[in-house]
């Protein structure tokens, strides 16, 4: 499996970066410990879900109902409106009403819940799996 794969990794890196015997015996030790207690399977179990989700992902592509196949593109191109608009259009609008001299507000967009869809659709959510992993505890 992908755990067995990374332990040979980490079992080279080990070699090449404990030049002591006695350290590199205590390393290799620590390594199979989290081996055989499972220390892998939270790795094996989301490399997994994002190879299903790729293939779930290929085939909604490939289809030929725009409902379908056109949801990812839409969410991604309201997205990118958003944050053109927040970023780009807002402050030119606040800046020319403010050289008119009027009073209107022009609303905002709210920005982080807008980063929390597209960073997923990105791909960044793995972010989360990697701070699991350095023990970084978040609910």
């Given at each position: ?5 990374i ?17 590199k015996?205590?390393a ?6 989290l081996?055989?207690?499972?220390g ?6 989301a ?39 927040h970023?780009?259009g ?6 020319a ?14 920005v982080g819940d ?7 659709m ?8 990697a ?9």
């Amino acid at each position: 499996m992908i755990g067995d794969a990374i332990a040979g990794v980490v079992g080279k890196v080990i070699d090449r970066a404990w030049p002591d015997p006695a350290q590199k015996a205590q390393a290799a030790l620590e390594l199979e410990k989290l081996r055989q207690e499972g220390g892998f399977k939270e790795i094996d179990a989301a490399l997994e879900a994002a190879r299903m989700q790729t293939e779930v992902n290929k085939i909604e592509a490939a289809s030929s109902n725009v409902f379908v196949s056109g949801w990812r593109p839409a969410t991604g191109w309201i997205c990118a409106a958003a944050l053109g608009w927040h970023y780009i259009g807002r402050p030119l609008c606040d800046w020319a009403i403010l050289m008119t001299g009027s009073t209107v507000v022009i609303p905002q967009v709210e920005v982080g819940d807008l980063l929390v869809v597209l960073l997923g659709m990105l791909g960044l959510g793995g972010m989360r799996t990697a701070e699991k992993m350095k023990g970084v505890a978040r609910n």
